[in-house]
C-alpha cells in the first residue's frame, strides 16, 4: 500500500469513526470545555509544533435521547450549557445532537462553527477577524482575503480533527469507563446538584 492510499485509508476510517461516535464526542467537548481549567495541548500528526487551545460551548446546543420518541430540548441565546434545563437534559441521559463550539487557538485567533452528530462538519464557520489595515474606515470590518480565509478555515479543520483525535485516544483506552467516562458521568451529578441548589437558595 502506497502513502497515498494509506492516508485515504486513514481519513476514510476516521469519517466512520466520526459518524458513529458523533454524540459522545459533542458531550465530551462540553464536558472539556467546562472542566479543563488552562489550556488543552493538542498533539497534531504531521504537526510541527503542539496546539493550545481553548474551548467553550457558544449559544446553541441542542440534546436529545437516544429513543426514537424522545423529543429535543434546543436551547438558544446567552449561555444555554449553564442552564438547569441544560443539567436536568443531562441528568435524563440525554446527550448532544448540535452544538455550537467556540474556541481559540493560541497565536491563531478565535472561531466557532456549528457542529451536529451526524457528521461533525462545521457550519456557519466563523473565522477569526483580521487586523484593519491603517486605511480602513471605522465603520468597515475589515476583510480577509481568500487565501487567508482557506488557510484559516484548515486550520480549524485541523484542531477538530486533533480534538476528535484527542477523545478517540480516551474512548479507546480499556480504562474508558473507569476514568473518562466516570469523571463525566461526575460531572453531570455535579451540574444537576448545583442546579437544584440554585433552585433551593
Not at 2 to 11: K, R, T
Not at 110 to 128: Q, T, V
Request: glycine residues 8%; contains cysteine; hydrophobic residues 40%.
Amino acid at each position: 500500500m502506497d502513502a497515498s492510499s494509506g492516508h485515504i485509508e486513514q481519513l476514510t476510517n476516521l469519517a466512520k469513526a466520526k459518524a458513529f461516535l458523533g454524540r459522545e464526542f459533542l458531550t465530551w467537548l462540553w464536558y472539556t470545555a467546562e472542566t479543563t481549567r488552562e489550556r488543552l495541548v493538542l498533539s497534531i500528526p504531521g504537526g510541527k509544533k503542539d496546539l493550545e487551545v481553548n474551548l467553550w460551548v457558544d449559544d446553541r446546543l441542542v440534546l436529545e435521547g437516544t429513543a426514537s420518541m424522545t423529543h429535543s430540548n434546543v436551547m438558544k441565546g446567552g449561555d444555554p450549557s449553564h442552564s438547569r434545563e441544560a443539567a436536568a437534559s443531562l441528568a435524563t441521559g440525554k446527550t448532544v445532537r448540535e452544538m455550537k463550539l467556540g474556541l481559540s487557538v493560541k497565536g491563531g485567533g478565535e472561531f466557532s462553527a456549528n457542529l451536529s452528530c451526524d457528521d461533525l462538519n462545521p457550519r456557519g464557520l466563523k473565522l477569526p477577524v483580521p487586523d484593519r489595515a491603517d486605511g480602513d474606515s471605522e465603520r468597515g470590518a475589515a476583510v480577509m482575503p481568500l487565501g487567508e480565509r482557506l488557510r484559516a478555515t484548515e486550520s480549524f479543520l485541523t484542531v477538530l480533527d486533533g480534538l476528535f483525535l484527542h477523545f478517540l485516544d480516551q474512548r479507546v483506552d480499556p480504562t474508558w469507563e473507569t476514568t473518562a467516562l466516570a469523571a463525566m458521568r461526575e460531572w453531570i451529578k455535579k451540574r444537576q446538584g448545583d442546579k437544584e441548589s440554585d433552585t433551593i437558595h
